[in-house]
């Protein structure tokens, strides 16, 4: 009976590593996500400075200033 319950044991243990590892790399890729979205956002703003900065030289040059 014991080897029974030694192998339910390690099946367990092996469900609790599995779980642990695929909880891990989730977290892993949410992390790796977010460094994404936070580059993907960076760029953006920095495309809209400077399309801000290039519309507002041409307004500055319209405006006579």
Aim: hydrophobic content about 35%; proline content about 0%; aromatic content about 2%.
């Amino acid at each position: 009976g014991s080897l029974v319950i030694f192998t339910q044991r390690q099946a367990e243990l092996e469900a609790a590593r599995l779980a642990k590892e695929k909880e891990e790399e989730e977290v892993r890729q949410q992390a790796l996500l977010a460094k994404k979205e936070k580059d993907i956002q960076k760029k953006a703003i920095k495309k809209e400075r400077q399309k801000l900065r290039t519309t507002c030289k041409v307004c500055i040059r319209r405006s006579g200033l």
